[in-house]
C-alpha cells in the first residue's frame, strides 16, 4: 500500500477512535440503558413553525397515520396498535404539564424525536429543528383547544433523593398502595387483573406498561422522565396523575422500586438484587390482600 | 528499454480497444451488458501476462460494434435502485417517511438505514410482526425509449459483409422491460439485519446485486456496526438510489470510469464483498464507515482473491434551518489488483494472483438543500498505478514512458422537489483525463459529457406499493478512439436517451 493510502487510512481510523471515545462516554451517563433518547429532551427548539410549510411536510411525514384531517384516521389504523394520535382532541400522552392541560411545544417536540415505543411512532430525530416546528405549528391547526387555552404550567421536579434500600422498599409499598399492581401486574409485567380490560379515551384497547421487557419508557427513559409521567397522567389512557397523592419525595422512591424491575443494569437494580440475597424472605408479595411490606 | 515501432503500435491498439470498450460500456449500454459483470461492472479485463493477442482485441472491439450491440438497438439495463415498499408495509410509513423522492433517502431514511432498517421502537424482531408478513418487495419498469448513437460502423453496403466500415448514426425505439429486482431486506432478530437482493436484466436473468448480514448497535452503541458479504459502498450519494433511469442516463459515469488501456476492474458504484464497520450519531448528522473488501469487484467466484481493498467514509450534516439539511462527507478507496497469475496449461490459476499494484480513488460529495432546491456535487480523482494503467505484469519491465493514468471525475445532479409527489432532476456530468498511461495517447482520450434531465411523479403515495411516472431525456458525449482511416486519433460519439416508464414497486 502506497504511503498516501497508509495516511489517508491513519487518517480514518484516528478519526473513528475520537468518535467512539465520545459515543462511549455518552454512553457512560446512563449505565445500561439504551441510547435511544439521551438527551433528546434537553435539545429546546426556539424556531417559529410555518403550519403553511408543515402541512406538507405532515403530509409526507404523519398523515399515513394521523390522517390528513389530524384525527388518527390515516389509512394505517385500522392496522396499528395502539391506535394513532387524534390531533382533534389535543389530548397528548407526553406532557411536562397538569393533567387536563395542553403541552408544552417542547412536550410535543420531544415526542416527536424521542418517539413511543411499543407503538409505530418513530423516532424522528433527524428531521431539522424548523421542520419540527412546521409540523407542531401545523398540528395545532387541528384542534380548537390551541386558540382558546395555554399549555398548563410544567410540573417541578424535585431534586433526585438517592437510591438506598429504604428508599426502594418504601417504592414498592407505594406500588401496592396505589395499586398499581392491578394493571402493571405484580412483577411489572403489564399482567395485572384489570390489563385486559383496558381501554384508552377513544375505547379502543390498551395495554399496560410492561416494565420487565422495557428498557425505555413511553415518555422517556430517565429517572426524571418517570417522575414526570407518575405527576401528569397520560392523558386519554387509565394511566391517571398521582399528583394529588405522591408528594414531594415519594416520586423517587417509587422511581428507585420501577427502576429494579427493568433488564438492565441500574443503580437500584444492583442495590436491590444485593439487599434480596439476605432480606427476600422478608418481603410480603405484592397483590391483593397484603400490603406489601 | 527501447521500445520498437511494432511495440509502439501494439501499445496503441491496447489502449485504443481497452478505451472503447469502458466508453462503450459507459455510452453504449447495450453493449455495456456484454461487457459489464454481473453487477453491471465496467470490465476492461483483468491483466493478463501476454496472452491476447493485442491487435485481436481491437478487432474484437470493432466486431462488437458491429455486432448490433449498439445504442440503437439497447436494450433498458439501468442500474437497479433500491427502495422497499416491505418496510413501509411493516411499520405503517408512507414512502415518503424515508424518500425525498423514492428511491432517494431523505435523512430520516439514512437513520433508518444506518439503524439496520430498524425505528427502534421495539417492534423491529420479526417476533413482533404478523406471522403473514413477509418483507419482498418486486420491482420492474415498463417503459417506451429512443436510443441514438452517432458514428456507428456498419457496413457501407448493408448486408454485404466486404463493401467497407461506413459510420452511421443509429436510431430506434420501442416498447420495453426493465430488469427486476428482487428483494428481500429487514430483521432476523432485534439488531441482527438482512438483505438479500435478487436483480434481473431483461431477460430475468438473475444474479446477487447485495447479500450481506449485518449486526447493529453493537453493545447497543450505534458507532459499531458490523457488515458482512456484498453490499454497496457507503457513498454519499448512492447510485442504486437515484432518480435516473435511462440508458446513458441511469449510472454515473464517474462511477464506473476506466482509465484508457487500463487493466483495473473496479467501479466505486459497484457493489462489493467484505466487511463494513460503520458508525453513526443518534440523527446519522454524522457517520462514518471502514470496509475491507475483496479485490475482485464484487463479483462472486472470480479470480482475484487473496487480495484486499479498503473504502473509507466519513460525512457530517448540519441543520441549516429554514434551507433543509446539508451534509458534506469525504471518500478514499484504496486498492490493488494482481498483475501477474500462476498458469496451468496457459489458464490463470483462480486466487493466486500476485504482483499486486496499486490503484485509488478519492474526493468529495455533498447534499445541499435550499429549501426545495437540492444539489448533488461529487467529485472523484482517479488514480492506476503505471503496471495497471499500460496493463503491465509488474514481473516485466514497463514500457518506455509508461506512468500512472490519473482522471478527475465529478457531477452536478440537481432535484428540484415541487412537492413530496413530483419532483424535476438534471444532472451535468464530466470526466477529464489528466495524465494517459503513456505520453503519446491523446489527452482527451476517454474524456466524457454527460447531461440528464427529467421528472418523476408519484400519482399516489401511502404505505403499500409505489408508482411513478418517470419521463427522462440524457445525452452523452465519448470522447473514442478513431475508427476509420479518415478520422483523427479519436472521435466524439454522441449517444442519447428518451424515456417514458411506469416505475412500479410492490
Same mark, same amino acid.
Given at each position: 500500500m502506497s504511503r498516501v493510502a497508509r495516511e489517508i487510512a491513519s487518517i480514518a481510523v484516528l478519526s473513528a477512535l475520537v468518535a467512539l471515545a465520545a459515543a462511549d462516554a455518552r454512553a457512560q451517563s446512563i449505565h445500561g440503558l439504551p441510547t435511544e433518547g439521551r438527551g433528546s429532551d434537553t435539545k429546546v427548539n426556539t424556531r417559529v413553525g410555518r403550519p403553511s410549510v408543515g402541512k406538507q411536510e405532515y403530509t409526507r411525514y404523519c398523515a399515513g397515520c394521523h390522517g390528513d384531517r389530524g384525527d388518527g384516521m390515516g389509512e394505517n389504523t385500522q392496522w396499528i396498535d395502539p391506535k394513532p394520535r387524534d390531533f382533534t382532541q389535543a389530548v397528548f400522552k407526553c406532557r411536562s404539564t397538569p393533567s387536563g392541560t395542553l403541552p408544552t411545544d417542547q412536550d410535543i417536540i420531544n415526542t416527536m424525536r424521542r418517539g413511543i415505543v411499543y407503538s409505530n411512532m418513530p423516532q424522528w430525530r433527524p428531521l431539522?429543528?424548523?421542520?419540527?416546528?412546521?409540523?407542531?405549528?401545523?398540528?395545532? #391547526?387541528?384542534?380548537?383547544? %390551541? /386558540? #382558546?387555552?395555554?399549555?398548563?404550567?410544567?410540573?417541578?421536579?424535585?431534586?433526585?433523593?438517592?437510591?438506598?434500600?429504604?428508599?426502594?422498599?418504601?417504592?414498592?409499598?407505594?406500588?401496592? /398502595?396505589?395499586?398499581? %399492581?392491578?394493571?402493571?401486574?405484580?412483577?411489572?409485567?403489564?399482567?395485572?387483573?384489570?390489563?385486559?380490560?383496558? #381501554?384508552?379515551?377513544?375505547?379502543?384497547?390498551?395495554?399496560?406498561?410492561?416494565? #420487565?421487557?422495557?428498557?425505555r419508557f413511553k415518555c422517556g427513559t430517565t429517572n426524571a422522565d418517570l417522575y414526570r409521567i407518575f405527576m401528569t397522567g397520560m392523558d386519554g389512557t387509565p394511566m391517571a396523575s398521582f399528583a394529588d397523592n405522591i408528594k414531594g419525595d415519594q416520586g423517587w422512591d417509587l422511581v428507585h422500586y420501577l427502576r429494579t424491575l427493568q433488564p438492565v443494569r441500574?443503580?437500584?437494580?444492583?442495590? %436491590?438484587?444485593t439487599w434480596l440475597a439476605t432480606h427476600a424472605g422478608e418481603l410480603k408479595p405484592i397483590g391483593p390482600e397484603t400490603g406489601g411490606r | 528499454m527501447k521500445l520498437t515501432k511494432h511495440a509502439h503500435r501494439t501499445r496503441w491498439l491496447l489502449a485504443c480497444a481497452l478505451v472503447a470498450g469502458a466508453s462503450v460500456?459507459?455510452?453504449?449500454?447495450?453493449?455495456?451488458?456484454? *461487457?459489464?459483470?454481473?453487477?453491471?461492472?465496467v470490465s476492461t479485463g483483468r491483466p493478463t501476462a501476454s496472452s491476447q493477442n493485442l491487435e485481436d482485441t481491437y478487432r474484437t472491439y470493432l466486431a462488437s460494434i458491429q455486432d448490433?450491440?449498439?445504442?440503437?438497438?439497447?436494450?433498458?439495463?439501468?442500474?437497479?435502485?433500491? =427502495?422497499?415498499?416491505?418496510?413501509?408495509?411493516?411499520?405503517?410509513?408512507?414512502?415518503?417517511a424515508c424518500h425525498t423522492a423514492w428511491p432517494e433517502l431523505n435523512s430520516f431514511g439514512q437513520q433508518f438505514r444506518d439503524n439496520g432498517y430498524q425505528l427502534r421502537n421495539e417492534r423491529d424482531s420479526p417476533i413482533a410482526?404478523?406471522?403473514?408478513? @413477509?418483507? @419482498?418487495? *418486486?420491482?420492474?419498469?415498463?417503459?417506451?425509449? *429512443?436510443?441514438?448513437a452517432t458514428k456507428q460502423l456498419v457496413d457501407a453496403t448493408p448486408g454485404d459483409a466486404k463493401s467497407g466500415q461506413a459510420e452511421r448514426t443509429l436510431t430506434s425505439h420501442g416498447f420495453d422491460l426493465s430488469g427486476m429486482d428482487l428483494w428481500t431486506a429487514g430483521t432476523l432478530w432485534k439488531n441482527v439485519s438482512f438483505v438479500a437482493l435478487l436483480s434481473s436484466d431483461n431477460f430475468a436473468s438473475f444474479h446477487?446485486?447485495? *447479500?450481506?448480514?449485518? +449486526?447493529?448497535?453493537?453493545?447497543?452503541?450505534?458507532? !459499531?456496526?458490523?457488515?458482512?458479504?456484498?453490499f454497496e459502498l457507503d457513498?454519499?450519494?448512492?447510485?442504486?438510489?437515484?432518480?435516473? =433511469?435511462? &440508458?446513458?442516463?441511469?449510472?454515473?459515469?464517474?462511477?464506473?470510469?476506466?482509465?484508457?488501456?487500463?487493466?483495473?476492474? +473496479?467501479?466505486? $458504484? &459497484?457493489?462489493?464483498?467484505?466487511?463494513?464497520?460503520?458508525?453513526?450519531?443518534?440523527?446519522?448528522?454524522?457517520?462514518?464507515?471502514?470496509?475491507?473488501l475483496s479485490s475482485n469487484d464484487g463479483d462472486p467466484g472470480s479470480n482475484n482473491f487473496s487480495s484486499y481493498d479498503a473504502n473509507l467514509n466519513f460525512s457530517q450534516a448540519f441543520d441549516a434551518g429554514k434551507m433543509g439539511i446539508e451534509r458534506l462527507g469525504v471518500y478514499a478507496y484504496i486498492g490493488q489488483r494482481?498483475?501477474? +497469475?500462476?498458469?496451468?496449461?496457459?489458464?490463470?490459476?483462480? $486466487?493466486?494472483?500476485?504482483?499486486?499494484?496499486?490503484?485509488?480513488?478519492? $474526493? +468529495?460529495?455533498?447534499?445541499?438543500? !435550499?429549501?426545495?432546491?437540492?444539489?448533488?456535487?461529487?467529485?472523484?480523482?482517479?488514480?492506476?498505478?503505471?503496471?495497471?494503467?499500460s496493463s503491465t505484469p509488474s514481473n516485466s519491465p514497463l514500457l518506455d514512458g509508461a506512468r500512472d493514468a490519473s482522471w478527475n471525475g465529478g457531477f452536478l445532479e440537481t432535484h428540484y422537489h415541487l412537492n413530496p409527489q413530483i419532483v424535476f432532476t438534471q444532472r451535468v456530468e464530466a470526466i477529464r483525463m489528466s495524465q494517459q498511461a503513456f505520453p503519446d495517447m491523446p489527452s482527451t482520450l476517454g474524456n466524457i459529457d454527460a447531461y440528464s434531465f427529467g421528472t418523476r411523479w408519484y400519482p399516489f403515495m401511502f404505505s403499500r406499493a409505489g408508482l411513478a411516472v418517470h419521463g427522462e431525456y440524457s445525452l452523452v458525449k465519448t470522447v473514442s478512439p478513431g475508427q476509420l482511416p479518415s478520422e483523427g486519433s479519436t472521435v466524439n460519439i454522441w449517444t442519447s436517451s428518451l424515456l417514458f416508464a411506469l416505475d412500479f414497486d410492490f
Open positions: 431539522p429543528d424548523q421542520m419540527q416546528a412546521d409540523l407542531l405549528s401545523y398540528i395545532k #391547526t387541528f384542534s380548537p383547544r %390551541w /386558540k #382558546t387555552e395555554k399549555a398548563g404550567t410544567p410540573v417541578a421536579i424535585p431534586a433526585e433523593t438517592p437510591v438506598t434500600t429504604e428508599s426502594i422498599l418504601a417504592g414498592r409499598a407505594m406500588f401496592q /398502595k396505589f395499586e398499581c %399492581w392491578k394493571c402493571h401486574g405484580t412483577e411489572g409485567r403489564g399482567d395485572g387483573p384489570s390489563a385486559s380490560g383496558l #381501554t384508552d379515551s377513544k375505547d379502543q384497547p390498551i395495554h399496560p406498561y410492561d416494565f #420487565t421487557t422495557g428498557t441500574t443503580p437500584e437494580a444492583t442495590l %436491590w438484587k | 460500456a459507459v455510452a453504449l449500454p447495450a453493449a455495456a451488458t456484454v *461487457v459489464r459483470g454481473s453487477d453491471s461492472t448490433e450491440k449498439h445504442a440503437g438497438t439497447a436494450s433498458y439495463a439501468t442500474k437497479r435502485v433500491k =427502495l422497499i415498499p416491505a418496510f413501509a408495509r411493516k411499520y405503517g410509513l408512507r414512502c415518503s410482526q404478523n406471522n403473514a408478513y @413477509i418483507p @419482498i418487495t *418486486v420491482r420492474v419498469t415498463p417503459q417506451f425509449h *429512443v436510443e441514438r446477487f446485486e447485495a *447479500v450481506n448480514l449485518r +449486526f447493529d448497535n453493537m453493545g447497543d452503541n450505534p458507532w !459499531l456496526n458490523l457488515k458482512v458479504g456484498k457513498n454519499m450519494i448512492s447510485e442504486k438510489r437515484f432518480l435516473f =433511469l435511462s &440508458d446513458n442516463g441511469g449510472s454515473y459515469a464517474t462511477y464506473h470510469f476506466s482509465a484508457p488501456g487500463s487493466s483495473v476492474d +473496479f467501479g466505486i $458504484g &459497484d457493489n462489493q464483498l467484505g466487511a463494513e464497520l460503520s458508525g453513526h450519531s443518534l440523527n446519522s448528522f454524522t457517520r462514518y464507515s471502514a470496509a475491507i494482481p498483475t501477474s +497469475f500462476q498458469t496451468a496449461d496457459g489458464a490463470d490459476v483462480p $486466487g493466486t494472483g500476485s504482483n499486486r499494484k496499486t490503484f485509488y480513488r478519492a $474526493g +468529495f460529495a455533498g447534499d445541499f438543500f !435550499l429549501h426545495k432546491l437540492e444539489f448533488l456535487p461529487y467529485y472523484l480523482h482517479g488514480n492506476d498505478n503505471a503496471f495497471l494503467a
